[in-house]
């Protein structure tokens, strides 16, 4: 299923950082096509092109929760806020790997294909007010790990913080029927990382789309029955 939106987000960091990468291209109806375009260019101009989302799903005390993951506040877009466990866009010509490369560079997590379980295609649009224009489909996904926060090893120059909530409050979160969540992170402090509470509200959870979060929480919970235990350690 492919949905989207056309909104307008808060203004971004300098985004010149890494313009000429080439990522992989793809048509309004998200055909890939075997051409990439640098970065800078495709986000400057609203370049349909094509990403890979992550979600790692474990199993919490009172159900399926959803890792999440603090953009660094270097990042182009969405600095600092909360998002999907692992993604990034996949560059021309490549494929699943691609998305498996981002899980192992991001959080240190190495999955085999074989652990992931596809949810749909998810059609994003967004105008920043810097006049950036982001418009990419997203092949979504879950895996089923159970391992502990402190267990991952992120790389702080895309990661700053880890965290695991109920995968139902993370969609009633964006849905703004809650204004906050509580809970423990895993956070970088200077040279270290460290464990502590953090209060989320809706404002610093990235904006998706439609019911994406609640399809997102619907699918962890599918997974767990599913899959009782998990694939990946």
């Known amino acids: 299923m492919a949905v989207g939106h056309d909104t307008t987000a808060g203004a971004l960091a300098p985004w010149e950082a890494g313009a000429a990468e080439l990522l992989a291209l793809c048509d309004a109806r998200g055909r890939p096509s075997a051409r990439g375009g640098p970065r800078g260019g495709v986000?400057?101009?609203g370049t349909w092109h094509r990403s890979f989302h992550c979600w790692v799903v474990r199993a919490g005390a009172r159900g399926p929760e959803l890792l999440l993951q603090r953009r660094a506040p270097t990042k182009d877009t969405w600095p600092g806020a909360w998002d999907v466990s692992a993604a990034g866009?996949?560059?021309?010509g490549e494929g699943l790997e691609g998305g498996l490369r981002e899980v192992a560079e991001e959080l240190g997590l190495v999955v085999p294909a074989a652990a992931?379980?596809?949810l749909e295609r998810h059609r994003?649009?967004?105008?920043?007010?810097?006049?950036l224009r982001?418009?990419?489909y997203q092949d979504v996904y879950l895996v089923r790990c159970d391992r502990p926060l402190e267990a991952y090893v992120p790389d702080v120059g895309e990661v700053t913080g880890l965290m695991a909530l109920p995968a139902l409050a993370v969609a009633t979160l964006a849905r703004g029927s809650v204004r906050r969540l509580r809970a423990t992170a895993w956070l970088t402090q200077e040279d270290s990382w460290a464990l502590a509470t953090v209060a989320v509200t809706r404002s610093m959870?990235?904006?998706r789309?439609?019911?994406y979060y609640e399809r997102v929480a619907r699918a962890a919970g599918r997974l767990l029955r599913t899959q009782?235990?998990?694939l990946v350690e």
């Open 134 to 136: 982001d418009r990419e």
């Open 205 to 207: 959870l990235v904006t």
């Open 209 to 211: 789309a439609g019911r």
């Open 116 to 118: 992931l379980v596809p």
């Open 43 to 45: 986000h400057r101009d």
């Open 89 to 92: 866009h996949y560059r021309p």
């Open 124 to 131: 994003e649009v967004i105008r920043y007010a810097s006049g």
């Open 228 to 230: 009782p235990a998990p």
